[in-house]
């Protein structure tokens, strides 16, 4: 009844149509795309730069995740390229969705950007990554460490930048990816780009997902229509027009369309007579649109400007199904919608004066929200359901070189916040040229994050999940320092190694914890010793997180090896007052990644392994004689591991991927000794993947060249 892949499918055959015209209307060719070629450097960065900048000039440790690496791990959604990334632990809610941890930091504080312009729609803490398509994106672009200056609130722990693809080299341009997998899913997505004129690109896509769901293990006969991890179906479209002003000047529209729905489906209740069920559809849409001036202004100065108007709407639906003649009818009081809107507005100029001399990066950064929904109850509200937020921005950072070797970045973010006093937000970025192979950078950086509308007054209550707003929560300021030290040498044989090291000290960290009521207030049950199923949102006194990175690849001939160490410690506020509760809890995260190119054959092959430790947290209770007591809840660690194997027909313009990913059929993992501090309701185990799971990707590639 709800089912939406008829309609999916129609978007793909637009985009399809689309080709079929833009090959019509193809007249002549044309030249390169220069600008193409500029932005298709191999490492070229934008995420927080004056312009377009190599990486090793930028001031800011910028990682960067390509194109080719996507479609070599198989990934179709940031979720599942984010889960091999050091550093980066992705956790999953299965009504939900993912959600991420850097640096220790949960992912409230990271802000998710698609060319800068920031994701909406935070159902829970986080942006579910998995609705996060990678069809149009030319790479990823993540910075660890505060960026508030940049980009403001939710920036205080780091930014992912997905950059979408906005030029091609030839006049036409036409590819078509299609993935199957073994746990029942299917992926279809169709490309096109052409140019009518010298001067105008359209680009464009369309696709769509299926997911089957699954069970780690086979289910009682009464719970044979439900799922661990619900049946899922995506469908999405993408499209550009480019506006080629001059030498290096455009002018962008971009538009892009989401949808999803998850099914939830309920046991069969009162299987000898009249059996029923209970099913609820979560229904997901997101629709953006975004205007981009980018280019020089004069000779040595440069625009980039964008606006954008970003809508969020999330339903659940409930239906009683009757099992006997497979009639459904609706539940009118468990019908809820929820919505997002947000405007962002971003001009920026920035200077490219010769080296040496002081440069500078002015801006503005308007950004408003809009919060509407039964959830939403804003007492101050100029009307019913309805919550907004405004932060009104302005930030300069002027950089100088002081010596021939040494560059320094001073930069401040001064703000009115329409609910939070938001003080002003200082960094200091260094960077230091020990010779061509040698680099540290160095930097301090304050953060400022404001309560979100859903943290102020968000009412989400199900069978799963009880979770509230708190409207006396204060704003959350951050100090961050960090150290870069990266080796680079290039030649027959490439070798790179980066050492880093960060200290995150966070003020009035917001986070869920469970809660008892007293005199109508809510209060955090481990105060009193006692553990709820009941959550809202509170501030943390003092959050900090501190530790080391270690990275290093090596490149012969054909042979490339990565790998990386990373030691995370989390601050332990019972440390505080309890003696034998240490400071920090450490936890260590490995990753490697050994690929092999036999280039005659154009065959190559890459394993991916990723190590997860277990996960320590302390919280205090009572014995039977009400006595407190300090116990630990541990999430056991695991691995992931890939292998895939990717061959080439150049000819043909076709690649064919295939592989397994999971290596070690990993489903759930034990949680011993839970005592609060998550969404749900009980549960000796936490869902991390589907198993074991074999995989085949086709694509094909045709371009027109001049």
């Given amino acids: ?98 959600s991420l941890n850097l640096q220790g930091v949960s992912g409230q504080n990271v802000k998710i950007m698609i060319d800068g312009v920031p994701v909406i729609g935070r159902v829970g803490d986080d942006i579910d990554l998995s609705q ?95 799922f661990q991890w619900n049946p899922k179906t995506q469908g999405f479209f993408n499209q550009l027009v480019r506006f080629d002003l001059g030498q290096d000047r455009q002018l962008r529209w971009n538009t892009s369309f989401f949808m ?72 009118p009081a468990e019908q809820d919608t929820t919505r997002y809107q947000a405007f962002v507005f971003r001009p920026v100029l920035a200077s490219r004066f010769s080296e040496g001399k002081l440069n500078f990066q002015a801006g503005l950064d308007i950004n408003h929200e809009i919060a509407m929904g039964k959830r939403f109850n804003d007492p101050g509200a100029d009307a019913s359901f309805r919550s907004q937020i405004g932060d009104y921005a302005g930030f300069l950072t002027l950089t100088f070189q002081p010596i021939a070797a040494l560059d320094v970045q001073l930069g401040a973010r001064a703000a009115y916040n329409t609910r939070f006093d938001a003080p002003v937000v200082p960094s200091l970025h260094l960077k230091y040229d020990f010779s061509p192979n040698w680099q540290l950078r160095a930097s301090y950086a304050s953060g400022f994050r404001s309560p979100s509308v859903k943290e102020l007054f968000f009412y989400f209550v199900d069978a799963s999940h009880f979770i509230v707003g708190n409207p006396d929560l204060g704003a959350e300021t951050s100090q961050n320092i960090q150290g870069v030290l990266d080796f680079r040498q290039e030649g027959k044989q490439q070798f790179q190694f980066t050492l880093t090291g960060f200290f995150n000290d966070i003020q009035n960290k917001i986070q869920l914890f469970d809660f008892v009521e007293q005199d109508g207030v809510m209060i955090p049950a481990a105060s009193l010793g006692q553990a709820t199923t009941r959550f809202a949102y509170f501030n943390q006194e003092r959050y900090k997180t501190l530790g080391v990175n270690i990275r290093a690849g090596w490149k012969w001939k054909n042979l490339s090896l990565d790998g990386g160490i990373a030691p995370t410690g989390s601050y332990n506020p019972l440390s505080a007052t309890v003696a034998e509760v240490a400071d920090y809890t450490f936890t260590t995260e490995m990753s490697g990644q050994l690929g092999y190119r036999i280039p005659g054959i154009q065959l190559e092959g890459q394993f991916f392994i990723r190590y997860n430790d277990r996960l320590v947290r302390f919280y205090q209770s009572t014995d039977t004689e009400g006595v407190p007591v300090t116990l630990q809840a541990i999430q056991d660690g695991f691995a992931l591991a890939d292998l895939v194997f990717t061959k080439k027909f150049p000819s043909l313009g076709l690649t064919l991927s295939s592989g397994v990913k999971n290596l070690f059929d990993v489903t759930n993992i034990n949680t011993n000794g839970a005592g609060g501090g998550g969404a749900h309701s009980g549960g000796s185990s936490s869902p991390i993947a589907t198993g074991i799971n074999y995989f085949a990707r086709l694509s094909w590639n045709l371009e027109k060249k001049p």
Avoid at 290 to 309: C, N, R, V
């Fill in 260 to 331: 999803e729905e998850i099914e939830n489906l309920g046991p069969v209740r009162r299987p000898q007579f009249k059996p029923y069920a209970f099913d609820e559809y979560y229904l997901t849409r997101r629709f953006d649109q975004t205007l981009t001036y980018e280019g020089s202004f004069k000779k040595d100065l440069y625009w980039h400007i964008t606006g954008a108007w970003n809508t969020f709407r999330r339903e659940k639906q409930s239906l009683r199904l009757d099992l006997d003649s497979a009639a459904q009818t609706e539940i």
């Fill in 1 to 98: 009844m709800l089912h939406r892949t008829l309609l999916f499918r129609l978007l793909l055959v637009l985009s399809l149509f689309s080709c079929l015209t833009a090959k019509k209307s193809y007249a002549q060719p044309n030249a390169l795309d220069s600008i193409g070629l500029y932005y298709n450097l191999e490492d070229v960065v934008v995420t927080a730069q004056y312009a377009p900048t190599d990486s090793r000039q930028s001031l800011y440790k910028i990682r960067s995740i390509k194109r080719d690496v996507m479609e070599t791990r198989g990934t179709n959604t940031l979720e599942q390229l984010l889960n091999q990334e050091l550093n980066i632990r992705i956790s999953q809610d299965l009504i939900l969705g993912s």
């Fill in 132 to 226: 996060i398509s990678l069809s149009n994106i030319e790479r990823v672009e993540i910075i660890e460490g505060p960026v508030s200056v940049n980009y403001g609130t939710n920036a205080l722990g780091g930014v992912i930048n997905l950059i979408t693809k906005k030029s091609q080299l030839h006049p036409l341009d036409l590819r078509f990816t299609s993935q199957i997998e073994s746990i029942g899913s299917r992926f279809l997505n169709g490309q096109y780009g052409f140019k009518p004129s010298a001067k105008i690109l359209l680009r464009g896509d369309a696709g769509y997902q299926e997911f089957d769901g699954f069970n780690p293990v086979a289910p009682e006969p009464s719970l044979e229509r439900t």
